[in-house]
């Protein structure tokens, strides 16, 4: 069965970036990160989702952080020189980004916004994010998502 390309994907290819895909099934249900990794048989550590925030003049700012683990808002808010920040709500997620809720790649959005990757991730060669679409992981390795998305590595979770 031929898959078709994401955005992401085809961004990758163009830079010269070498990925893998995992491809899982998807129901009408959200899938937490945590059961898409055990869903495509990977430890939970190399998987990372992807979050946008927005402060309270709606800019939005992307992280990057384990699965298992929660953003740590004030140090989130901090690196961006705000005093709050909140997550997008998901109605506006496709509009502000191309991508929904589940399949939120920090690569490919509509626009680049500023990037930060939590620091855990550089213990890895490699790692997992959203590929673009519900039931889609992109493997990738860490210096490479950093370069592509512009990232600035922070500590950023609890």
């Given at each position: 069965m031929k898959h078709k390309k994401t955005n992401a994907m085809r961004i990758l290819e163009k830079a010269n970036i070498e990925y893998e895909v995992n491809r899982y099934e998807v129901t009408h249900k959200h899938m937490d990160g945590i059961t898409?990794?055990?869903t495509?048989?990977?430890d939970v550590k190399y998987v990372y989702k992807t979050?946008?925030?927005e402060n309270?003049?709606?800019e939005c700012f992307v992280f990057i952080i384990p699965v298992k683990a929660s953003l740590n808002l004030k140090q989130a808010a901090n690196?961006?020189?705000q005093k709050k920040l909140m997550l997008l709500p998901v109605e506006r997620l496709k509009q502000v980004t191309g991508y929904i809720r589940g399949g939120c790649s920090p690569i490919?959005?509509?626009k680049h916004f500023l990037t930060y990757i939590?620091?855990?991730a550089l213990t890895f060669e490699s790692i997992y994010v959203s590929g673009g679409e519900r039931g889609v992981q992109i493997k990738i390795n860490v210096n490479d998502l950093i370069n592509i998305v512009e990232a600035d590595v922070v500590d950023i979770i609890e």
């Open positions: 898409v990794a055990q495509v048989g990977v979050l946008v925030l309270a003049r709606h690196c961006v020189h490919g959005m509509k939590d620091e855990s």
